[in-house]
């Protein structure tokens, strides 16, 4: 399969009609802004204007809209427009918890041996994981390198429906690192994080699949109780 990175970084099929690449790069893109917190909860979006941005009819752009609508980034309200959902800390630590039973499938449902490419990446990702406190905006940074992280582990799961709904639960909670981790937490954060990455490689670099699975299992686990200390540090309930 060839594909192209677009701009958020997501690697779009070049083998999909000229069409459906045009819907897969402003969907990737949209998403990208959404869990970055380019657009923050509550945003207004607009079909005019992203039409207009991508040089396209409003057709695609309401096409991706929906999807992000039905995989919970978006709300469509009459009346009112396209709006980026709030954060509901109760619902997405639920959602972690999902994501914790179904990461340990990893290694067990049609599981991908990882290439040298993939393995190259994973390592290039560690050393970006590294320079988290060091760069100008250590947040966006560490939100980039997860979701990278996330997007490299997707690779290795051979089973579509499982890769599928880990994807969407994956972005649907994503926004929780960079919306409640504060400055002065960055660099822990990083850094265990770094050992994460480092930990996961070690396993992939000798073949250990389903080990790989159990420890990604553990560290959700581990950040689920970080999120609802930072949730709790900041006045919200989780």
Request: charged content about 25%.
């Amino acid at each position: 399969m060839n594909a192209w990175p677009d701009s958020s970084g997501t690697e779009v099929d070049e083998s999909l009609s000229s069409v459906e690449q045009r819907f897969e790069h402003i969907y990737s893109t949209l998403r990208s802004r959404i869990c970055l917190l380019d657009y923050k909860p509550g945003t207004r979006l607009s079909e005019v204007a992203l039409a207009k941005e991508f040089d396209v009819s409003r057709t695609p752009v309401r096409r991706v809209l929906g999807r992000l609508e039905l995989e919970g980034l978006l709300e469509i309200r009459h009346g009112v427009g396209t709006l980026v959902t709030g954060i509901d800390f109760a619902y997405l630590a639920e959602v972690y918890q999902v994501r914790m039973e179904l990461v340990c499938h990893l290694g067990i449902m049609a599981p991908m041996p990882p290439s040298e490419e993939l393995l190259d990446a994973i390592r290039a990702t560690l050393e970006r994981a590294r320079k988290v406190p060091h760069a100008d905006k250590p947040k966006r940074l560490f939100a980039q390198v997860n979701i990278e992280f996330f997007e490299q582990l997707m690779q290795l799961v051979g089973n579509r429906a499982l890769r599928e709904v880990a994807t969407i639960l994956f972005y649907r909670s994503s926004r929780m690192w960079p919306y409640l981790m504060r400055e002065e937490t960055v660099a822990m954060e990083a850094e265990l994080f770094a050992n994460e990455i480092r930990e996961t490689l070690q396993l992939l670099e000798s073949g250990q699949m389903v080990a790989v699975g159990n420890l990604r299992r553990r560290h959700i686990a581990m950040a689920l109780q970080r999120l609802k200390l930072m949730s709790s540090e900041n006045g919200l309930v989780a």
